[in-house]
């Protein structure tokens, strides 16, 4: 999804997602083939740390099957209508690809654009 780089501590950070979830071992071996590929070696001659994890639920979605694996899942979304942002907290109700479907207490049942989504992050919810 997104590699972050501190050159002055020698750091490479792999954020990776996957629609399905994603498993320690998943990670390991995503870091294993990262360290056994010489790309490393490549841009940190002196040795890197490489860190390889999932998006942690801070991150916006930035991809379409993230907004599918959150189906069910109540989203802070801002987003573009008409030249202005917009704030909005919803629940997920259904995503086809273009059009997300969505639904709170004040607006019910509504639909937004992913081409008007400015950000979109998942609420975690205790129960």
Known sequence: MNIKEDPHKGLVRCL???????????????????????????????GASLEVTSLGVTEP???????????GRKLNITYDKNGYRKNVEAELTGFDGE???????????FQLVLANILQ???????K
């Open 99 to 109: 059009i997300l479907f969505l639904q709170n207490k004040n607006k019910g049942h």
């Open 16 to 46: 990776i997602d996957s629609e399905d979830s994603i498993s320690l071992d998943d990670t390991a071996m995503i870091s294993k083939l990262i360290q056994h590929s010489g790309v490393l070696d490549q841009f940190y001659p002196d």
């Open 61 to 71: 979605l930035t991809h379409s099957f993230q907004y599918r694996k959150n189906i």
């Open 120 to 126: 979109a992050k998942v609420i975690i919810q205790f």
